[in-house]
């Protein structure tokens, strides 16, 4: 999974085409890599490492140009080496960038390395500069060029390709993974995303799966997949630059994190119906056909996923599964006693969660989408949005997304059982006045920063960790421990409380970290008792509660106090200490915060 960027317009372009990498480094930051036509020459300049190595090469190697492309690149077929960097430069004449995966690829470099083409990279994207290298030096124009070569490949891909043949034309195509082309008055630009084009331009045009479309400074034509031009819609988008600066903090997830106050009271407005009630505003007939719900989403937003189901059973008794989104369509399953699908994502680009919607489709049920970025594919490809109202979130570890999709999920299971006529209306809006509560919950739990950092400096020299809960702390204890290994790369895991019992109790040692969420309710003591088995085993227990829920827990070495909540809404405020935990932990051992090695913040490959 990559970032890809292209220009063609009045002005030189490499300073743009980096301005709207840097937005698109959520996606992955192995290397990077520029390619202009200046003079006739294609200018090509790669780095290995992070955008800035690439501008320090810039500086040294200047380009020029008024059209070009970039790229971003994440890892997948070929190690991170300047070599498998992109773009692809063949034979002088052509560059491409590509984000996806050309899934015939060992083929094509078979018949291509028979014609006597040489490859420079390990990577699948290489093929397809050789592709357009050769179908152009047979004399084919852009679209029959692009025509020649998409009959030839499979798999997912959005790409873009310049030429010096055809020094003023862009080429680009997409299917599954993303492409916007936004329209200004002296250029076009094309990136895997329209925040990256911001600062540019807010007219969007959304290629559809196997569009391919042919873009001079002045003309954008748009050809489908039976190769006859398109009509796409210019959409008005609506990102803010300002929402994407870090506004003085050191970090994005710093930022984020801070920003939740703000993100749960957007989305819990966007949760409110004409009546002031809390509510997912769906009809009632599309409430009443909801009778059996399977969740689909990955990583955070899967445990997003899995305490909605708590929540969702106990307050609608409406079956709920969860499922991890890459393992869903390719274990063919029964879906008769569901009748819809959510998927929950926060970029609305994780290609396991695209598919595994695509397929609950498929098989005939509903299609629903919790998402944070709406203009994203899997906010198009749903049947309707259920939008968690976050803004942006770029740091690479989900923080206000989460919280968001939290309350999404309690407003869905409020309005299922106010329909169903599970809930009364006197419980449903208890549970709303308690919720309005949470912003300021979340404000206050800002102090935490200071009490949590000499808890972060001790657990900074920990080799492993255990996150414990029970009910809908298990999944935030699972949550809890995501976060600590991505950000601080200390193993972490997260167990239901009672199932330490019946295995992971063997991992205890004097010291071991045991981070406990406890809340006040009544399985409390039974979360608590099983602490004490891990106090009793040497293990250094910190505990994570409102101070009622932690008072009794005297052997607990180190406290974490939450502002007071109703303990069904726990999960939402004890998320934040959990956040703030990993975030001080891996500041406190210098790891790279907002971009962990190894990860990206949207993975569109599976
Ligand atoms: C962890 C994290 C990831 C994402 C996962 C799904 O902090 O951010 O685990 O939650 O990659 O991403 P979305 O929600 O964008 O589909």
Redesign the pocket.
């Given at each position: 999974m990559c970032g890809i960027v292209g220009y063609v317009g009045n002005e030189t372009c490499h300073e743009i085409i980096i301005g709207s990498l840097e937005r698109l480094e959520y996606r992955g930051y192995d290397s990077s890599g520029i390619a202009t036509i200046h003079n006739d020459q294609i200018q090509l300049r790669r780095a290995v490492g992070k955008l800035s190595d690439l501008k320090t090469k810039i500086l040294d190697e200047p380009v020029s140009g008024t059209i070009g492309i970039g790229h971003i690149r994440w890892a997948t077929h070929g190690g991170v080496t300047e070599q498998n960097a992109h773009p692809h430069l063949v034979n002088s004449e052509v560059a491409i960038v590509h984000n996806g995966i050309i899934e015939n690829y060992a083929q094509l470099k078979k018949e291509l390395a028979e014609k006597g083409f040489s490859f420079s990279s390990d990577t699948d994207s290489e093929v397809l500069a050789h592709l357009f290298a050769f179908v152009i030096g047979q004399g084919l124009a852009p679209v029959e060029a692009l025509k020649a070569v998409l009959s030839k490949i499979e798999g997912a891909y959005s790409f873009a390709v310049i030429s010096k043949s055809y020094p003023e034309t862009l080429m680009v195509a997409r299917n599954a993974s993303p492409l916007a082309i936004g329209i200004s008055d002296n250029a076009t630009i094309i990136a895997s995303d329209a925040t990256a084009m911001a600062h540019l331009t807010r007219q969007v045009i959304y290629l559809k799966d196997n569009d391919y479309a042919v873009i001079t400074p002045t003309k954008v034509d748009i050809y489908d997949v039976k190769n006859k031009p398109a009509n796409r819609q210019v959409i008005k988008v609506n990102v803010s630059p300002i929402l994407l600066d870090k506004a003085g903090y050191k970090h994005y997830m710093e930022k984020e994190i801070h920003e939740q106050p703000d993100a749960i009271s957007h989305t819990i407005s966007a949760m409110t119906d004409i009546h002031g009630r809390l509510s997912t505003n769906l009809e009632a007939a599309s409430l009443t056909k909801i009778r059996g719900i399977v969740l689909l989403?990955?990583?955070?937003?899967?445990y997003a996923a899995q305490i909605g189901r708590y929540w969702i059973e106990r307050l609608a008794g409406i079956p709920v599964v969860c499922e991890i989104a890459s393992e869903y369509h390719y274990r063919n399953p029964i879906a008769s006693h569901q009748t819809t699908a959510i998927v929950?994502?926060?970029?609305?680009?994780?290609i396991d969660?695209l598919l595994a919607i695509r397929h609950a489709k498929k098989m005939g049920l509903d299609t629903y989408g919790i998402v944070n970025v709406v203009s994203s594919t899997i906010s198009r490809e749903v049947d309707k949005i259920l939008p968690t109202r976050a803004g942006p979130e770029i740091g690479?570890?989900?923080t206000k997304?989460f919280t968001a999709q939290l309350v999404v999920l309690m407003s869905l299971a409020i309005s299922l059982g106010r329909q169903n006529g599970r809930l009364d209306e006197d419980k449903a809006l208890d549970i709303h006045q308690k919720l309005l509560k949470i912003p300021g919950a979340a404000g206050k739990s800002m102090k935490l920063f200071n009490s949590v950092l000499p808890i972060a400096n001790r657990l900074k020299n920990a080799r492993s960790c255990l996150f414990l809960g029970r009910d809908t702390l298990f999944p935030l204890a699972c949550e809890g421990a995501?976060?600590l290994k991505?950000l601080s790369y200390i193993h972490a895991e997260g167990f239901a409380s009672g199932e330490m019992k019946h295995g992971p109790i063997a991992l205890l040692e004097e010291g071991l970290p045991v981070i406990s969420f406890v809340s006040e309710d009544e399985i409390a003591p039974k979360a608590i008792s099983n602490l004490k088995e891990a106090e009793a085993r040497g293990g250094y227990i910190i505990v994570i509660g409102t101070q009622s829920a932690v008072n009794t827990i005297d052997f607990a070495s180190d406290k974490i106090i939450i502002p007071d909540c109703e303990p069904i809404l726990t999960p939402i405020v004890s998320a934040i200490p959990a956040q703030i935990l990993a975030y001080l932990t891996a500041s406190e051992k210098g790891t790279d915060i907002d971009q962990p090695r190894n990860l990206a913040?949207?993975?569109t490959v599976e």
């Open positions: 989403a990955a990583g955070t937003s899967f929950i994502s926060q970029s609305g680009e994780s969660s690479v570890a989900s997304a995501l976060k991505e913040k949207s993975v």
